[in-house]
């Protein structure tokens, strides 16, 4: 009996033992899931999936695909090569979405790898067929550019549409430097609108870049929805070459050291030319405009700095009739409201009456000088903008001005300032040049002057600038005389640029051009026959 136990614990032993000997493998592993999984529609009803083949020695790969709302279809719709890295998935519905799935398969089903998905892949929907009266109507209420011009100035606008909803709907001319431009880039709007009329509109450079393309669009509001024209390619063309112009500086022995004066006699253009200019920081002497207070009487330059003891330099300031035209601002006060004019519109050459914007310029309480343009609406009420209205004489007319047209205005506070016009230089560009809408009609007139005048002449020249450092620039040049000729209003720009401006304003010019110093009386030549103005403006001891 005790032999017996023995035997049979020997053999527990040995089975034991059996047992726990290794196997002459290693158990198999499952197969590496595939990744990267992508989905691209190569027509509206068929996507190609692809993926990465991580596996080894798969027996092929199943795809499955699961159509939204089907949650419960996991059947694999296809067994496929082994290798494979793309399936095509054919006759699916448009405007459906599929979750698309891909499994590395053994002979082993325990081998299997996970099953991969590629989830919420949306097909596009289906086109629907264009009505061709929709899209008749759509094409009647689209605006068509007829012609486009381009300056350095300005980018000009022609353009109709065959039918619009109400009357002047919402309308302009959008940009955008990045794509496809829409009334959320930047916007400008248009002048009075009528169906099946060209309307001329043009973009100032003050709404854009130089040297940078934008996509340009017409619009128009039709109910509720914008219509756009074709996007054209657009861009300001090179400003002019600066003149060089070589300035002596003037000694006066009683004018102190706190403003500078400056004469050339260089030629301008092949042209004789004598000019000054007084130059002078607004926060260390007083920048003024002054003006004879009583209705139609006007002083000389002259008479109107030597009524002023503290007066250093002083020029004739803006256009007048029997008040200056436009809005003056003295210690913070509107002191002239917008005379000769009705209700901030101005009787142009063709007794059109147009609402305009002016340039301004002038200091506020600190001495910091800026520009911009005034509107007024009607007396008492004005604004100002860092962008004009861009009439143009002779075309459709603009709306009144308002507290967000033609852009929204600052909240400057001019302490002493005067407006007269035109805006020869803002930003450091040239924006008024001589190109002609006709033979007759400037594309910058944006304020309407009259034209022979101020545009196609070279006489006496007056102009207002402002420096990048914040100092002002009075200037004047002779003109009509052998001994200088003057300037053209488009060379007046690249003078006021040439000798540091960012901004300046042509003021009165012709017999109205004087300047005044201090210990020298008047400066320029005129053979004693200034005229007497209306205003001035100039430099004034502090």
Known sequence: MEALRNILSLFVLIIAAACQEKPDTEPLSALADPTGLKA???????????????AQGEKGYRVFLRKEGDPYNIEPLATIAADATSHTFSNLTEGSTYDFGVQAVSDNIQLHSKTIYLNDFQLPEKEKPIDPEIALEAKRRTPVVTKTVTSYAYIAVSYKVEKISVSNPEHGICLSANGVPTVEDIRISGPQLSARTEILQVVPNAYLEDGKEYQ????????DEYYYSEPLTVSLEDQPETPELVWEKQTYDRLGDDVEIYKTTSQLNGRNFNAWYAVADPSKVDFRVMYPESVGSKKSVEAQAEAAEDCLALINGAIYGNYNIGVI?????????WHGEIEGCYWATDNQLYQLTRPIIGVDENGKADAYWVGVPEQGTFYYYNRP??????????PKVSATSPVPATDWKPYFAISCGPMVLYDGKVCADNSMVDDKRYYTNFECWDESGVYSAHPDRSAVGVTEDGKIVLFICDGRIDQSQGAYMKELGPIMKSIGCIHAMNLDGGGSTGMWVKDAGMINYKDGSWRAVKSTIGFFSK
């Not at 691209?40 to 990465?52: G, H, M, Q, R, Y």
């Not at 340009?216 to 109910?223: A, D, I, N, T």
């Not at 601002?329 to 409201?337: A, V």
């Open 389 to 398: 209205q861009a009439n143009v004489v002779g075309q459709a007319k603009y």
């Open 329 to 337: 601002i003295t210690e913070g006060e509107m002191t002239q409201q």
């Open 40 to 54: 691209e529609l190569s027509d509206p009803t068929t996507v190609i999936l692809t993926w990465n083949d991580n």
């Open 216 to 223: 340009m669009s017409v619009f128009v509001k039709y109910e």
